[in-house]
Structures are given as structure tokens and as C-alpha cells.
């Protein structure tokens, strides 16, 4: 009898073992095989994943960088007094527009008195030298000239012709030296055409030979805008389709340019080139100095992209899971590129006919 209890007590306790035993791998919602995750039949799991048909699509990328307005320096000037001297006169008034030669405003000043009497005294010893070249060269044609006094005559002249051409230099940027009028005030003139973006002039206000500019100049119907791209993405700029240029305060108007010239020089502390694109400005919307938007755009072509949740990381690798039977998904990693639209561009690691997790994959973050 005790023989018969203990086999029937050993029965029970077995076939509980066996059923906790089945029970326990009904609940394993899945099985790993190296980088294989297989869902069980029944597992909950099946029901919260989305897939998704890895396919190409024509993409145009874009890449997008801050840019600086900028004048363009051959058609921007800062205008000074070349002398010290006091202002006797303004011809101009700000956002008036000038032509090369326009008239600015007009100096007295003692500096330059004295450099239109040296370059007078110069004029005047230079045709002297002249004269005296000439006469010493007619004697020595009739025989009764000396050849030593010819030549000096001849380096004399050379001497005198000099420093006429170094006392005019100055003030042949300002006004024509034969026709220049002894002790007439000098008067600054515009070197470009443009308009007065700033006017600085006080009538009788003394200026010293270091004074800054009076009037700016500048022709705004063209500027450039300088933007920054990092050095990784400079290949980008290669096959360029357009460039358009967005102003935060007109969102609606739509501003297109081209590149002027690419900087040879990395900047150090940023890693980036600078970029110079110009752009019409007949409207002048763009102001020197003012921030805006940059966006380049390249050649259409075809690409990969993918849902951004069905991206998942492992230690510093990016991995997506594709499916390779019913409920059966294998790690495959891959190279990415862009974000954009919650969605991120596959470089390199699938192909399209694929299909992968698109949502839900976190539920297998913990597979081994």
C-alpha cells in the first residue's frame, strides 16, 4: 500500500512539472537564432508590428545653411577726406544715387593749398627742363652745342618729369591737374555709381587726416549672400540644380541666385567653407548684413528611404529588421544618410523587394 501512494504522489508531481514546463514556452513571445528573431504562433507581439516594402523614389536633396547678406565689393565704397581740412560743402543727401565723378562734399584745406602749389612749382620746372633740353639738343644738331651739356639737359628734364608725375598723383584722383585752379577747396568726388547708404557729413565739422569715411556708396541691385557648408558636405555643391534664398521677413518670396565662388580655404574653428552665391536684388529685399536661409538643391535621383521607427540602434550601429518568412526577421545593418519628414535615407544595406518592421520593432529591442 505504501508502495502504490508513493507512485501515484510521484505521477502528480510529474505531469505538474510537465505542464508548468509547456505552459512557460507558450508564454515566450519569441526564439532567437543568432541574428534570426522567430515570433511564436500565439505571440502578442505580431498584432503591434507594421511592415513595410522597401522601395526607390526620386528624391531631389536639399541642403540647407545660414547666410550673411554682403555688399559686393567692387561696387561698395567708404568715402574720406584724402586731407585734413574743415567742410565747406555737402552735394549729396542719403539714398540719392550717383555716377562716377558726382560730386560729394568739398574740403579747405592748407595740405591741399600746398600739394596744388608743389604740384604747380613741378609743372612749371618740368617744362623749363624742357625748353632747355630742347635748345641744348638744337645747338649740338647746328656744331656749336656741347655733348655733356646736351646730356645733362636730357637727365635733368627725366628728373623734373619725375617729380611732376609724383606731385600730380595724388591729385589727378580728384581732379584734373591742368585744369586745376590754384587755392580752390578740394572736392571729393564718387569713384562708383550707386547711392548713399550713409551720409556723415556736418557742415564745418573739422576732419583729420585718420577720419573715417564721410559717405558710402553703394550699388545694391546685386549682392552676394555668404554661407557656410561643412567641409563633409561639400561634394554636394558639384550638381547643383539651384539655389534659392528664404528672408524670414518675406517667408512668401521666393529669391533665386547662383555661385559666385567657392572659398579654397577651410575654416579651422568651424570646418566649413564659405560659399558665395549672388542674387538680383532689383526689389532690395536683401539688406547688407541681414541673416537669411540658404538652400541648395542637387540632381534628382533615386534613393532609398525608410520609416524613422523602423531604425534601431546598437551600440553606435544602425540596424533595420527584415523579414525573411512569416512572423521570422533577420538584423541587417545599415548605413544612413538624410532625415527628413520622419522618414531616414538608407545608404547602403537594403534593397529594394525588401520588406522590414516599420513600426513596432522596439518590442524586439531586448532579442539576443
Known amino acids: 500500500m505504501p508502495i502504490l501512494l508513493w507512485l501515484s504522489t510521484a505521477s502528480i508531481i510529474l505531469y505538474s512539472c510537465n505542464g508548468k514546463k509547456e505552459h512557460s514556452e507558450n508564454t515566450v513571445p519569441y526564439l532567437t537564432k543568432g541574428d534570426t528573431i522567430i515570433l511564436q504562433k500565439n505571440s502578442p507581439i505580431i498584432s503591434k508590428l507594421a511592415v513595410y516594402n522597401v522601395k526607390e523614389e526620386e528624391y531631389s536633396p536639399n541642403l540647407m545653411t545660414v547666410g550673411t547678406v554682403k555688399a559686393i565689393p567692387n561696387t561698395y565704397a567708404e568715402i574720406a577726406s584724402p586731407f585734413a581740412g574743415r567742410i565747406l560743402k555737402s552735394y549729396v543727401k542719403l539714398g540719392q544715387k550717383v555716377a562716377p565723378g558726382s560730386p560729394l562734399f568739398s574740403v579747405s584745406s592748407k595740405d591741399y593749398f600746398a600739394a596744388q602749389k608743389d604740384y604747380r612749382d613741378a609743372q612749371q620746372e618740368y617744362r623749363q627742363s624742357e625748353l632747355n633740353m630742347k635748345r641744348q639738343q638744337d645747338l649740338l644738331q647746328?656744331?656749336?652745342?656741347?655733348?655733356?651739356?646736351?646730356?645733362?639737359?636730357?637727365?635733368?628734364?627725366?628728373?623734373?618729369?619725375?617729380?611732376?608725375?609724383?606731385?600730380?598723383?595724388?591729385?589727378?584722383?580728384?581732379?584734373?591737374?591742368?585744369?586745376?585752379?590754384?587755392?580752390?577747396?578740394?572736392?571729393?568726388?564718387?569713384?562708383?555709381?550707386?547711392?548713399?547708404?550713409?551720409?556723415?557729413?556736418?557742415?564745418?565739422?573739422?576732419?583729420?587726416?585718420?577720419?573715417?569715411?564721410?559717405?558710402?556708396?553703394?550699388?545694391?541691385?546685386?549682392?552676394?549672400?555668404?554661407?557656410?557648408?561643412?567641409?563633409?558636405d561639400l561634394h554636394f555643391l558639384q550638381n547643383l540644380t539651384g539655389v534659392e534664398v528664404n528672408v524670414s521677413a518675406f517667408p512668401d518670396r521666393k529669391i533665386t541666385g547662383k555661385i559666385y565662388h567657392v572659398n579654397e580655404i577651410v575654416n579651422e574653428a568651424t570646418r566649413s567653407v564659405e560659399v558665395l552665391v549672388e542674387c538680383e536684388n532689383n526689389d532690395r529685399l536683401l539688406k547688407p548684413g541681414m541673416f537669411v536661409n540658404v538652400k541648395f538643391s542637387n540632381t534628382s535621383e533615386k534613393k532609398i528611404f525608410v520609416p524613422a521607427k523602423a531604425v534601431l540602434q546598437f551600440n553606435d550601429k544602425n540596424y533595420v529588421l527584415v523579414q525573411t518568412s512569416k512572423n521570422e526577421y533577420v538584423k541587417k545593418y545599415?548605413?544612413?544618410?538624410?532625415?527628413?519628414?520622419?522618414?531616414?535615407?538608407?545608404?547602403?544595406?537594403?534593397?529594394?523587394?525588401?520588406?522590414?518592421?516599420?513600426?513596432?520593432?522596439?518590442?524586439?529591442?531586448?532579442a539576443k
Not at 591737374?177 to 571729393?188: E, Q, Y
Not at 532625415?339 to 529591442?365: C, H, M, V, W
Request: proline share 3%.
Open 334 to 366: 545599415v548605413q544612413t544618410g538624410v532625415t527628413e519628414n520622419n522618414r531616414i535615407q538608407i545608404l547602403s544595406g537594403l534593397k529594394p523587394g525588401e520588406t522590414i518592421i516599420s513600426d513596432g520593432a522596439f518590442y524586439l529591442l531586448d
Open 142 to 232: 647746328h656744331g656749336v652745342g656741347i655733348q655733356r651739356e646736351t646730356e645733362e639737359a636730357a637727365t635733368e628734364f627725366q628728373i623734373k618729369k619725375t617729380a611732376l608725375a609724383n606731385a600730380s598723383a595724388a591729385l589727378k584722383i580728384y581732379k584734373n591737374g591742368d585744369k586745376m585752379s590754384m587755392n580752390t577747396p578740394l572736392v571729393v568726388v564718387s569713384p562708383i555709381k550707386g547711392e548713399v547708404v550713409t551720409n556723415d557729413i556736418v557742415m564745418g565739422q573739422y576732419l583729420k587726416e585718420d577720419a573715417l569715411p564721410m559717405v558710402v556708396i553703394a550699388e545694391l541691385s546685386k549682392v552676394w549672400i555668404a554661407g557656410q557648408v561643412k567641409e563633409n
